[in-house]
């Protein structure tokens, strides 16, 4: 292309030598006749210009039109891969629990910590938070029965018995607050519920995975009760 642009500089230049002095072409004096020969070559140099740059634009069209269904298809590849790798930590998590659930016949201090253990690492990777904990709800007297805590100095100023209401009038086993979320337990086992209380964090708007979680709810009820009655569960 660059040859083209060239010769046709070099043609602009000669004109005046190529074009016979004192000649008529077309009723066209020589000057004219040069004029007309130089017009013709810039508009063909124009022309040629024009064409090559309709060009360019519609390859860099194309190339960005490339570019974003490639980062389409990589970040569809990504998405799928997370969805995976979620799916697969979710269904280890519920065999962890059921294979925990398997042990609770003989229970020990030392299996009920390692089911407890178990619960809250899974409570924490499916709320996303740091700041969780497990109340065990006395759903006659409002009083709280025993807490498990992500740490130790956690405290939740979460009414009981708004709790107690919700999951009675409603049957809502999933709530949430400006600054909470909380899963109960569907049912009750005797008199007590189970709460899982979640610290919402900055970037949190909303619990992905609350219905694993009042399966976690159920299955810490029924550790609870059967630590509490194990006679009257094996007989």
Request: charged share 30%; net charge positive; glycine share 2%.
């Amino acid at each position: 292309m660059y040859w083209i642009y060239l010769i046709i500089f070099v043609l602009a230049v000669l004109v005046p030598d190529i074009v016979p002095h004192d000649s008529k072409v077309f009723l066209l004096q020589e000057e004219q006749f040069e004029e007309l020969l130089i017009f013709i070559l810039g508009l063909t140099g124009f022309m040629i210009f024009r064409f090559k740059e309709r060009q360019s634009n519609i390859h860099l069209k194309e190339k960005i039109k490339f570019q974003k269904e490639a980062s389409q298809s990589s970040k569809s590849l990504n998405d799928t891969y997370s969805y995976i790798g979620e799916t697969n930590r979710k269904l280890d998590i519920m065999k962890n629990i059921s294979d925990s659930l398997l042990e609770i016949k003989e229970l020990s201090p030392s299996k009920e910590k390692k089911f407890y253990d178990v619960l809250m690492e899974s409570i924490y990777i499916l709320g996303k938070s740091k700041k969780f904990l497990i109340r065990f709800i006395n759903a006659e007297t409002g009083e709280t029965e025993m807490e498990k805590k992500s740490r130790k100095r956690i405290f939740f100023k979460i009414d009981n018995e708004e709790i107690i209401k919700k999951l009675e009038k409603g049957n809502k086993s999933f709530t949430e607050s400006k600054y909470h979320f909380i899963v109960t337990s569907p049912k009750k086992m005797g008199k007590i519920v189970v709460a899982i209380i979640i610290s919402k964090n900055n970037q949190q708007q909303k619990l992905e995975d609350p219905d694993i979680l009042k399966a976690l709810a159920s299955q810490s009820l029924f550790l609870y009760y059967f630590s509490k009655k194990p006679k009257e569960l094996n007989n």
